[in-house]
């Protein structure tokens, strides 16, 4: 509520010069500690989370000492603790002091998942980043950015900025400037414009040509199939079977893979890294049922990852039902894609359960008529506001092979509520104890 107060009283020029001081201090108070090791940035609109656990594995794989930080957990080196705080990016003073962490403790990198609205308040200032990634680009945030354009633009400063970073040497060895970005979105070329040493294109498209990338390197996966336990992805004659579900996942393998390999990795530790991943915490992660259904929790809280979840629910069922439940953020965040999520689910989904995700200060009723905006009144939907309820009315509802999908809160501990209140749920527990 005060943070509200503050925002609308301060001219947003001396905010942004508050968020930049605050950041060059908490460089200053901890060293510029992005200096001590190869630094990973990972952007996009869906897709970060997964990408940088994927490539974190697989450096580790290769026998790098890593630190990561992401929506899902934090880690430095062997230490591994989840990531409560509902922040994809931590603020400027506890992401340098993380990073300060990881240095003192020896890490050779450092994987982090950077945000637009952690660019918009200067965290990423001061981080010399080595690799910058590109995983896709659909519409979040515009509220807060003011248009889609900007949201785009605010994404591209980390690409934008990369040559000018402290440049680093290790073992007597030049450190590169690279870009990796999936070439199957097509905003891909927006990122891979700026200067780099080097810049990979990952992509499943044919039509993708090194060529036209400003002398990309390619890595182009020739197959891509879905079972029923998660996907195959064919590169250069290598099956790799990555135990996780929905093509949105060998998508975030392949830019892994890439980034990998464009620091030397093998791809045999690339592959062996992918093949022992068997589940991330609220990404496509799968509970079975003893009645012979299955549950899907995933972090789906926007159209694009709408798509992509909804699409995998269609070739993982069998022959049963697809089962929605979700509601919409509030907090003034992205009104907009609320019908459209409606939209998407009333599409795919044969039932479909409005409930709370993170109501914040709005009335959990009112955004579940805005998502009912873009559901059809011939659909099969119920309001049910309490998301244990919702929950439990889903499972109790579902027969044998139908298909569970609970979306929006993927592996968060805590829901935010009225009055700047953070409440302790978890998705995950409330199914296992239900079921």
């Known amino acids: 509520m005060i943070k509200k107060i503050i925002k609308k009283i301060i001219p947003k020029s001396l905010l942004l010069a508050y968020h930049k001081t605050l950041a060059i201090l908490a460089n200053i108070v901890y060293w510029f500690p992005s200096r001590k090791m190869v630094v990973i940035g990972v952007t996009g609109t869906k897709g970060k989370s997964s990408t940088v656990v994927m490539i974190t594995r697989i450096l580790e794989e290769a026998g790098y000492k890593v630190g990561s930080t992401n929506t899902i957990f934090f880690k430095i080196g062997d230490k591994e603790w989840?990531?409560?705080?509902?922040?994809?990016?931590?603020?400027?003073?506890?992401?340098?002091?993380?990073?300060?962490?990881?240095?003192?403790?020896?890490?050779?990198?450092?994987v982090i998942e950077v945000t637009s609205e952690g660019i918009l308040q200067n965290r990423q200032w001061?981080?010399?980043?080595?690799?910058?990634?590109?995983?896709?680009?659909?519409?979040?945030?515009?509220?807060?950015?003011?248009?889609?354009?900007?949201?785009?633009?605010?994404?591209?400063?980390?690409?934008?900025?990369?040559?000018?970073?402290?440049?680093?040497?290790?073992?007597?060895?030049?450190?590169?400037?690279?870009?990796?970005?999936?070439?199957?979105?097509?905003?891909?070329?927006?990122?891979?414009?700026?200067?780099?040493?080097?810049?990979?294109?990952?992509?499943?498209?044919?039509?993708?040509?090194s060529e036209d990338y400003d002398k990309c390197s390619?890595?182009?996966?020739?197959?891509?199939?879905?079972?029923?336990?998660?996907?195959?992805?064919?590169?250069?004659?290598?099956?790799?079977?990555?135990?996780?579900?929905?093509?949105?996942?060998?998508?975030?393998?392949?830019?892994?893979?890439?980034?990998?390999?464009?620091?030397?990795?093998?791809?045999?530790?690339?592959?062996?890294?992918?093949?022992?991943?068997?589940?991330?915490?609220?990404?496509?992660?799968?509970?079975?049922?003893?009645?012979?259904?299955?549950?899907?929790?995933?972090?789906a809280h926007e159209p694009k990852s709408f798509e992509a979840i909804f699409e995998t629910a269609q070739q993982m069922r069998s022959k049963g039902k697809v089962i929605a439940v979700f509601g919409a953020t509030g907090g003034g965040r992205d009104a907009s894609k609320r019908p459209k999520m409606g939209e998407?689910?009333?599409?795919?989904?044969?039932?479909?359960?409005?409930?709370?995700?993170?109501?914040?200060?709005?009335?959990?009723?009112?955004?579940?008529?805005?998502?009912?905006?873009?559901?059809?009144?011939?659909?099969?939907?119920?309001?049910?506001?309490?998301?244990?309820?919702?929950?439990?009315?889903?499972?109790?509802?579902?027969?044998?092979?139908?298909?569970i999908l609970l979306l929006g809160k993927g592996s968060e501990q805590t829901m935010a509520v009225a009055n700047g209140k953070y409440i302790p749920w978890s998705d995950r527990s409330v199914v296992e104890e239900l079921i």
């Open 82 to 110: 989840a990531n409560t705080t509902k922040q994809g990016m931590l603020g400027r003073l506890k992401l340098q002091k993380l990073l300060r962490k990881m240095a003192r403790a020896g890490c050779t990198h450092a």
């Open 218 to 299: 390619c890595l182009r996966a020739d197959e891509v199939n879905q079972t029923k336990d998660g996907v195959v992805l064919l590169i250069n004659g290598h099956y790799i079977d990555i135990p996780l579900c929905g093509v949105f996942m060998a998508q975030n393998a392949l830019l892994a893979i890439a980034t990998a390999r464009s620091l030397g990795v093998s791809f045999s530790a690339c592959e062996s890294a992918l093949e022992k991943i068997t589940s991330l915490p609220g990404r496509a992660e799968v509970i079975e049922a003893k009645r012979g259904f299955r549950v899907v929790i995933d972090y």
């Open 126 to 209: 001061g981080i010399a980043f080595d690799v910058c990634v590109f995983t896709n680009l659909g519409p979040e945030h515009i509220e807060s950015h003011g248009s889609y354009e900007k949201y785009r633009k605010t994404k591209e400063l980390i690409f934008k900025n990369l040559h000018k970073s402290h440049r680093k040497t290790f073992d007597k060895k030049k450190v590169k400037k690279i870009i990796i970005a999936n070439c199957d979105d097509k905003m891909s070329e927006k990122f891979l414009r700026h200067r780099a040493n080097e810049k990979w294109c990952a992509c499943f498209s044919k039509k993708c040509k």
């Open 344 to 403: 998407i689910a009333a599409k795919y989904a044969d039932n479909i359960i409005l409930t709370t995700d993170d109501p914040y200060d709005d009335d959990p009723e009112k955004l579940a008529q805005d998502i009912m905006q873009g559901i059809s009144e011939s659909k099969n939907v119920q309001i049910i506001i309490d998301r244990r309820g919702a929950i439990k009315k889903a499972l109790s509802s579902a027969q044998k092979d139908d298909l």
